[in-house]
């Protein structure tokens, strides 16, 4: 079983293609295993990993029996994937290439009876150097999905929107836009039947999540109040706007957040949570397509919602990737912000951190890395 972990050149792999060993990618694997299941997969370039959790809490808060296949590790799972003879699986489909050998993006190989798209934005620009080409993956998927299955998508997302309505399948299309909802004291309660539920997860891209599983979960016969009892108990997955520290006048949040879509999302969903307070948000650019000259313009204007913004990059990062690094000059010119701060050695970014005055204000961590190693939690003890 041959995941992109592995290299063209990666020993073991030589070796079973010289014996002539049948060599299945990942979600190859997956799909052999589940072919006789009804599978539901979740793509889209945000939120695959919390619409997935989502789900796969509501329908053990339900007793449902069911496998899953998920990219983060979750409260109340022992494991990122479980394969058994439940006849339900849940698939977090990523649009990332199955293997190196298979180039083929994953989500394209499980052949969804139920199939999601939560947004379009382009990404991996390593194997998609243009958005348009981005865009085709998901079209192929929408085709992929079996004849008389459901296509659950979000309306809001317009480039969505119109490949959809541009597709003549036959399956059922199934759109989903923001729900009605409230905040109070900083708290999110959805509104249901004249009921509210108060949430522990916030922002408009996660009570978007929460639309998208509840649709999913509708397909699967799950009754409305049930998933709503559900849902006000999901934590939230992850480094998913993970809260590591807090006192009465500061919160400090990590997050997987790298994209540009996700940047916008997640600094806007903190400000809007918070509006009484000032928001730090510091962003570490770490992958492929963040460090790409052509790709950083897309990061125009996605920080402007921050009181204070803060860009970092490791020094390291960029000899280790073999590309030529920036200068703060630049990165301020493709963020579109004069006052953006960069910093490209962590010891110089924790100790400005360390020395700022938190009162009434939040702190907002976010990177698909590490920040060089640095323990989060313990630096979140130090300021507060």
């Known amino acids: 079983i041959l995941g992109m972990h592995a290299k063209p050149d990666n020993p073991e792999l030589l070796e079973a293609q010289q014996k002539g060993i049948k060599i299945f990618s990942y979600p190859e694997y997956i799909y052999e295993q589940s072919k006789n299941k009804t599978r539901v997969v979740i793509g889209g370039s945000h939120g695959k990993t919390t ?6 809490h509501v329908l053990k808060e339900a007793s449902v029996d069911f496998d899953y296949l998920v990219g983060a590790q979750l409260e109340g799972f022992d494991t990122m994937v479980k394969l058994t003879d ?17 180039r083929r993006p994953k989500f394209h190989l499980y052949k969804a009876d139920i199939g999601l798209i939560s947004g379009i934005a382009w990404d991996h620009i390593n194997v998609f150097p243009t958005f348009d080409i981005y865009l085709q993956q998901f079209a192929v998927f929408i085709d992929t999905i079996l004849e008389n299955g459901k296509l659950i998508y979000c309306e809001q997302d317009k480039i969505l929107n119109n490949l959809v309505q541009q597709k003549s399948t036959n399956v059922q299309k199934i759109g989903y836009n923001l729900p009605v909802y409230q905040i109070n004291n900083g708290v999110t309660s959805l509104i249901f039947r004249d009921e509210l539920y108060p949430l522990q997860v916030f922002g408009e891209h996660n009570l978007l999540n929460i639309e998208a599983a509840k649709a999913v979960c509708k397909s699967l016969n799950i009754e409305e109040k049930l998933f709503y009892q559900a849902i006000a108990t999901f934590k939230g997955a992850a480094k998913r706007l993970e809260l590591i520290g807090h006192n009465l006048e500061t919160n400090i949040y990590k997050d997987f957040a790298h994209s540009p879509s996700k940047l916008v ?4 969903a903190v400000k809007k949570q918070f509006l009484n307070r000032q928001l730090v948000a510091c962003i570490e650019l770490h992958t492929f397509s963040s460090l790409n000259k052509k790709f950083l313009q897309e990061y125009k204007s996605t920080m402007d919602r921050a009181d204070q913004a803060i860009v970092f990059i490791d020094e390291h990062t960029f000899v280790q990737k073999n590309m030529e690094p920036y200068s703060a000059q630049q990165v301020k010119e493709a963020f579109n912000n004069k006052d953006i701060l960069f910093f490209n050695q962590a010891e110089k970014l924790f100790n400005y951190l360390t020395n700022l005055n938190y009162k009434n204000t939040n702190l907002l961590l976010m990177s698909s890395g590490t920040f060089n190693g640095t323990d989060l939690a313990r630096f979140a003890e130090t300021i507060l």
């Open 51 to 56: 619409i997935t959790s989502m789900i796969l």
């Open 86 to 102: 439940a006849p339900l699986i849940i698939i977090e489909g990523d649009e990332y290439l199955a293997s190196p050998i298979d």
């Open 265 to 268: 999302a997640t600094i806007d």
